[in-house]
């Protein structure tokens, strides 16, 4: 059939760079994993329940879930983790040095407390944090 099962693991946000596969393992926790394209050396890269996984180059941004899925950033080999942003963050995506992401607000009005979401971008050490479109305007 021409395929090969690299892990019997519950996976997700497979992103391939390189010679490895960066990945969301929900078999353990939701744990950041890569594994060699040919299976071996299955390494945890964060402990850190995440989601929204994306790498771009040297670093593996995701939606970290044990901090509110706040917008944060790790080095590949698992080394210095940055949160860039505090708002929940998700669909990520990586451009010309930029954080692409969908960031929820609360917003209160007349004591009455509503989400609004809406299309950020920040620049990858976490400067610059800008709205770019607000929902009913999408």
């Known amino acids: 059939t021409g ?13 391939v760079q390189g010679d ?3 990945f969301v393992n929900y078999t353990d926790g939701n744990k950041i994993s890569k594994v060699k394209i040919d299976g071996s050396e299955e ?3 964060s ?8 790498v771009d180059g040297n670093w593996v ?24 942003n505090d708002k929940p963050s998700k669909f990520i995506n990586i451009s010309d040095g930029w954080v692409y992401y969908v960031g929820t ?26 709205l770019v479109k607000i929902p009913n305007s999408i």
């Open 3 to 15: 395929r090969t099962l690299l892990l019997a693991k519950t996976a997700s946000y497979i992103n």
């Open 20 to 22: 490895w596969i960066y």
């Open 61 to 84: 941004y995701y939606s970290n879930l044990s901090d509110g899925n706040t917008l944060y950033r790790v080095k590949i080999d698992g080394s210095e983790k940055v949160k860039l």
């Open 43 to 45: 390494t945890v890269v």
């Open 105 to 130: 607000t609360i917003v209160y009005s007349n004591n009455v407390q509503s989400i609004e979401e809406g299309i950020y971008k920040i620049r990858v050490d976490g400067t610059e944090e800008t």
């Open 47 to 54: 402990e850190d329940k995440a989601d929204w996984l994306t």
